[in-house]
């Protein structure tokens, strides 16, 4: 059973750093692209990252460029989400999930349809 399990999220202030991590099992992990996305109120669902099966290849949203990192370890069968430099408005329900290709050569925001198991999530709260 596909099985993602995030973690990382709390509680930080602007300008501090988070590190979340997704652990995965139930599925080949080394042959799917992976993604970050987030919730909040105010702006819903939105897509925030994706990295290609074996990470040659990442794509950011344009909201947290050159702040967030994504990276893999297939041999650990985990994804991260390195957050730098965090803003109240990176307050969200953090989630990953798995596209339903199988080695897709390319990456970036695609339909939510295309994802088909999440996680459950894991708070981040950026305030002072």
């Known amino acids: 059973q596909v099985q993602l399990v995030e973690s990382g999220g709390g509680l930080a202030q602007p300008g501090m750093s988070l590190r979340l991590a997704c652990a995965a099992s139930?599925?080949?992990?080394?042959?799917?692209?992976m993604i970050w996305a987030r919730q909040s109120p105010g702006k819903g669902l939105e897509w925030v990252s994706g990295?290609?099966?074996?990470?040659?290849?990442?794509a950011y949203a344009d909201s947290v460029k050159g702040r967030f990192t994504i990276s893999r370890d297939n041999a650990k069968n985990k994804l991260y989400l390195q957050m730098n430099n965090l803003k109240p408005e990176d307050t969200a329900l953090y989630f990953c999930?798995?596209?339903?290709?199988?080695?897709?050569?390319?990456?970036?925001?695609?339909?939510?349809?295309?994802?088909?198991?999440w996680g459950r999530g894991t708070q981040v709260t950026v305030a002072s």
């Open positions: 999930a798995k596209d339903r290709e199988g080695r897709r050569t390319t990456v970036g925001a695609m339909p939510f349809a295309v994802y088909d198991y």
């Open positions: 990295i290609l099966s074996d990470g040659s290849d990442t």
């Open positions: 139930g599925f080949t992990f080394r042959t799917s692209s």
